[in-house]
Nanobody
Framework: QVQLVESGGGLVRAGDSLRLSCAAP????????VGWFRQAPGKEREFVAA??????VYADSLEGRFTISRDNSKNTVYLQMNSLKPEDTAVYFC???????????????WGQGTQVTVSE
């Protein structure tokens, strides 16, 4: 069974930065897009960013503050989040195996999620 493991969440203040990590098997990273999604309480899961090799896509509202990247030597995909706002508070998930990068329903593999809380 494919395992994706997120880490790096926590409690920060508005304006702070945070970097999330998603560790995945090399075989998954080499043959699948990897995406980040988030879900706030009472809201639907929301697309954040995705990448495969050097191609990246972002949610329009987040591009410029969030950056997705990959470290092949560590089989890890990162989500760098800058200038965080209270509305960024959510559980953040990484996922892999998508046919449509922005659509969470098309992803096959999911991590357990990591909580990000941004205070005023």
């Amino acid at each position: 069974q494919v395992q994706l493991v997120e880490s790096g969440g926590g409690l920060v203040r508005a304006g702070d930065s945070l970097r999330l990590s998603c560790a995945a098997p090399e075989s998954v990273l080499n043959s699948n897009a990897v995406g980040w999604f988030r879900q706030a309480p009472g809201k639907e899961r929301e697309f954040v960013a995705a990448m495969m090799w050097s191609k990246t896509v972002y949610a329009d509202s987040l591009e410029g503050r969030f950056t997705i990247s990959r470290d092949n030597s560590k089989n890890t995909v990162y989500l760098q989040m800058n200038s965080l706002k209270p509305e960024d508070t959510a559980v953040y998930f990484c996922a892999a195996g998508a046919t449509l990068w922005r659509d969470s329903r098309t992803y096959t593999y999911w991590g357990q999620g990591t909580q990000v809380t941004v205070s005023e």
